[in-house]
């Protein structure tokens, strides 16, 4: 399974920013599929994920500001962000989880950099 993530830059605080992460499978056919961030010095953390049912949740800090989706023209998984701050500043990947018999396997893409100025 291969992950491609784009869409990362730099853009100003309160700005808008879309990742969007193609993959070589069809984005409605895995298990779950998500964002996580690593922030220099932090850890990989937990942005937002979204089943297969379709149900999704986020981290505290960016609910009401992230929205994760699935686009099936585009065969993505889409991540819009608004009101960006600095503290999003973090390089982004995205995961898709497979369940089969073997259990349940992770795969993941390269991460694509977001920067926030103030």
């Known amino acids: 399974v291969q992950l491609q993530a784009c869409g990362g830059g730099m853009v100003q605080a309160g700005g808008y920013r879309r990742l969007s992460c193609s993959t070589s499978r069809n984005i409605f056919s895995f298990y779950q599929v998500g964002w996580y961030r690593r922030s220099p010095g932090k850890q990989r953390e937990l942005v937002a994920r979204?089943?297969?049912?379709?149900?999704?949740d986020y981290r505290d800090s960016v609910k009401g500001r992230f929205t994760i989706s699935r686009d099936r023209a585009e065969n993505a998984l889409i991540l819009q962000m608004i009101s960006l701050k600095p503290e999003d500043t973090a390089v982004y990947f995205c995961?898709?989880?497979?369940?089969?018999?073997?259990?349940?396997?992770?795969?993941w893409g390269q991460g694509t950099l977001v920067t926030v100025s103030s």
């Open positions: 995961s898709a989880e497979i369940l089969s018999f073997r259990g349940l396997s992770t795969y």
């Open positions: 979204i089943s297969s049912g379709g149900n999704s």
